[in-house]
């Protein structure tokens, strides 16, 4: 039924409602009313206003069916116009809703006299109400009664003002427009920003409700009772128009590149509350400042998660091909989505960041943690922001490696093998250590690459937080730390891009993973990869009742007998090149399972390797920091190396705290559990120990963001031991 519908049926002078009649309305749109005083009348049909009553008695009506929204009908059978003397009218209120929560009245008036209203005002969210009208007129109780009438409320729907505002700092002041309830919005003109994307309108500066397109045209009508903001929502594309190209160099400027992020800078401070384990063992966290409210959700190759953070200078993370300078000054030469010349595979290619403040802001049982794009009062550089030990040269901007190294040579490209140590000579044979990775890093003279540093893991941890308003990242994404399966070949193929295995085992592994093929099941074993190595599981498809067959992504195909293993282990770089985002993984089914990598800020991590870091390491229970590599005569402690303050575990157990000094994450608690605090683990012991982040193809348990293994010895390295190249491994010491 549309509305409210009031009737009321006078007889002698005298009105009275028809108890129960809601004018509720049959499948047909008829109208019937029920369970009325007195007696009931049946009509077989009511059309054009006329009404065939089969009985009538003391004035009560039971309708069967009403072509028209109008009743006239009393008295002893007959039917239309005015019958006995009585005027009959049906209100409707339309959308609207009496005060006082009824849905039926009536009301009617004898002939010759005037028509009864009713008593309440409808009212209506949004709308002032005009009056009643029949017929087009309007109705009133100075209107005289001549005949029944279909009264229907004639609303007007209330003015309010609508703000439009550009939302970003220095623009143009903003502009109102009259809106009216329940109207769809008038397309408008889409804004123009230099160096920006139009996203469209929203009801919140950051996240909220959309209501025009980025193409201007209108999403909805205005559905609140009252006037509004709207902002618009901007995607940088950096200042584009302020890069400028060195063709002589085959460089782009640099002072050009940091003119491009800053062009993105908003100085606001965004901020995330880690609780003290002691306080709350918890995993969660809570945003603060311009964070509170911001949203970043996880990715997949079939869809781009929510990214609040995007075009926003202090979350900037733009691919691009480039390096080191010897003196430690970054280089960019091709930028993804601007160069056509820009090739992750062909080229070393890392994420450009900038140069960020943090601010620490101790309180009760917790640790404020403060960003900012801007030095505000009382922040401190990051690691990494100085190049010398002076403080006298700053970065204009930091490269995070995309991927992690594969020949030793301090790479980052896609596509490529995760490089730790084999007995065989496989691809991607390098013994990495925390030992070999700082040497290696010492010795470099060509450029001012490094391998893996603490600043780096701090980069990601931290901003994993703030991002995603998590203490312990570990329950929102893995990584690949759990896919250490194998399995027997159950059908033998001949020049196939498959592999047959059971169906027990099938379901052991996923879509995405990688997988090798040979005659054994040792990682250092080249027979375990002779006939594929680290191939892409594209698809898992039925072979019979019992057995399954895992679609190979090979550039071969391969002949299997039943004599053949199945192995899955670490992954090729670049397997998450495809997710839609600069943050998520394969698929949701995988983001926590600990069976593929997962990207973040654009940078791929948890291979299935450890990851060496080069400038730290522990001895007793005293950790050791050096942010110039060659500064140091040797991993010794003494010249170049900074003891900190903060005591380091001795005895393994899982990360209940960390603390953040000198711009290095140090766990300070193993206390927690499984599924509290960090959510992941510290191997440690009282001896002089490399330290290793993330994990192997292990314990799902254990491994993840935030894990750390400062147990084996400085040189210890292996099949599961691999590193990643750093762009700030000559720097000054953070504060």
Same mark, same amino acid.
């Given at each position: ?197 139009? /996203? ?209 040579? /301090? ?325």
């Amino acid at each position: 039924m549309d509305g409210t519908y009031i009737d009321r049926v006078v007889q002698n002078g005298m009105s009275a409602p028809l108890r129960d009649s809601g004018a509720l309305r049959d499948e047909d749109g008829a109208v019937k009313g029920t369970n009325l005083a007195g007696g009931a009348v049946t009509s077989d049909k009511l059309a054009d206003g006329a009404v065939g009553a089969a009985k009538v008695a003391d004035g009560a009506v039971t309708r069967d069916k009403l072509a028209q929204e109008v009743v006239d009908m009393i008295g002893e059978g007959g039917g239309g116009g005015q019958v006995g003397g009585t005027i009959i009218c049906l209100f409707d209120t339309g959308k609207g809703a009496f005060p006082d929560g009824t849905t039926v009245a009536h009301t009617t008036s004898t002939g010759g006299g005037f028509y009864v209203l009713p008593e309440e005002r409808p009212v209506r969210t949004g709308y002032e109400f005009v009056g009643w009208y029949g017929n087009g007129e309007p109705v009133t109780e100075a209107t005289v009664a001549t005949q029944s009438l279909d009264c229907v409320a004639k609303w007007k729907a209330n003015r309010y003002d609508l703000t439009l505002d550009l939302n970003y700092k220095d623009a143009p002041a903003p502009t109102t427009r009259d809106i009216h309830y329940d109207e769809k919005l008038a397309d408008i003109a889409v804004p123009e920003r230099e160096g920006w994307t139009f /996203m469209g309108w929203f009801d919140d500066p950051a996240a909220g409700v959309q209501h025009y397109a980025a193409d201007g045209s209108a999403l909805k009508a205005w559905d609140r009772a009252e006037g509004g903001t709207l902002y618009a929502q901007w995607r940088g594309v950096g200042g584009t128009h302020l890069l400028r190209f060195d063709a002589e160099a085959g460089r782009y400027d640099n002072d050009s590149v940091k003119a491009y992020l800053d062009f993105c800078a908003d100085g606001l401070a965004y901020g995330v509350r880690i609780p003290d384990y002691a306080s709350d063992p918890g995993t969660e966290a809570v945003k603060l400042g311009a964070n509170a409210g911001l949203v970043l959700e996880m990715s997949t190759l079939d869809k781009a998660g929510r990214n609040d953070y995007a075009g926003k200078k202090l979350f900037w993370c733009v691919r691009a091909n480039g390096g080191v300078d010897p003196d430690g000054m970054p280089y960019v030469t091709a930028i993804e989505g601007i160069d056509e010349g820009f090739d992750a595979v062909a080229y070393d290619t890392y994420a450009i960041t900038p140069v960020y403040y943090r601010l620490v802001d101790k309180g009760d049982g917790y640790e404020d943690r403060w960003y900012s794009d801007t030095r505000l009062a009382g922040y401190r550089p990051c690691a990494g922001a100085y190049v010398d030990a002076e403080k006298t040269r700053i970065r204009p901007y930091i490269l995070r490696a995309c991927y992690p190294d594969s020949t030793g040579d /301090m790479d980052s490209r896609s596509g490529t093998v995760p490089a730790s140590q084999t007995a065989q000579g496989l691809e991607g044979n390098f013994a990495h250590s925390g030992q070999k990775d700082f040497e290696l890093s010492k010795q470099r003279e060509r450029d001012g690459l490094s391998f893996l540093t603490y600043g780096d893991v701090a980069y990601m941890l931290e901003f994993m937080q703030l991002m995603l308003g998590v203490k312990a990242p570990k329950t929102v994404v893995t990584g690949l730390v759990n896919h250490n399966w194998n399995a027997q070949v159950t059908v033998g193929q001949t020049a196939a891009k498959s592999v047959v295995v059971s169906k027990a085992n099938a379901e052991k592994t996923d879509v995405g993973c990688f997988v090798s093929v040979g005659t054994a099941t040792s990682y250092t074993d080249a027979s375990s990869y002779s006939l594929a190595e680290l191939a892409q599981v594209k698809a898992i498809e039925p072979y019979d009742e019992n057995n399954s067959r895992l679609v190979l992504d090979v550039a071969r195909a391969i002949t299997t007998t039943t004599d053949n293993k199945v192995i899955g282990w670490k992954a090729r770089s670049g397997s998450c090149d495809a997710v839609l985002g600069t943050f998520g993984t394969l698929s949701e089914d995988v983001a926590k399972n600990g069976k593929a990598p997962f990207r973040f800020q654009n940078c791929e991590w948890l291979l299935g390797v450890y990851e060496a870091v080069m400038n730290m390491y522990h001895t007793g229970d005293t950790a050791y920091v050096a942010p110039d590599a060659k500064a140091c005569a040797a991993q010794d402690g003494k010249t170049g190396w900074t003891a900190l303050s903060q005591k380091v575990p001795t005895t393994s157990g899982y990360i209940g705290d960390y603390a953040v000094e000198r711009g290095a994450m140090v766990p300070k608690d193993a206390s927690a559990t499984s599924t509290t605090g960090y959510n992941v683990y510290i191997y440690s012991t009282t001896g002089t120990c490399s330290w290793l982040v993330g994990g192997d193809c292990g314990s799902l348990s254990d491994f993840g963001p935030g894990f750390v293994d400062a147990y084996g010895s400085l040189g210890d390295s292996g099949s599961d031991v691999g590193g990643r190249s750093s762009c700030i491994g000559k720097a000054a010491l953070a504060d």
